[in-house]
């Protein structure tokens, strides 16, 4: 029961923070570009929140453990880039 208390709790969260936060957009350019209001370190880890999921990291340690440490030329370029 705790469980499901703290999930639901955590749910209603997401939903009060997302319904609070949308009153501040007005135009799409707000939504998309977050109204030019981020700083360098929100950005740097949105993007890398978007570029690294659990997709990667587990495709990229299968790949390594197949084909030895070339498998990781394409992601270490990916970061450098």
Known sequence: MLHLT???LYL???IALGVYKSAT????????VAGRSLTPW???GTMLATWIG????LG?????YEM???ALMLPIGGVLG
Do not use: P, W, Y
Not at 60 to 64: F, L, P, R, S, V
């Open 42 to 44: 929100i950005l740097v």
């Open 6 to 8: 703290v999930i639901s």
């Open 68 to 70: 030895g440490l070339a």
């Open 54 to 57: 659990t997709g990667s990291i």
């Open 25 to 32: 957009i007005k135009t799409q350019a707000d939504f998309a």
């Open 12 to 14: 209603f969260t997401l």
């Open 60 to 64: 990229n340690a299968g790949k390594t």
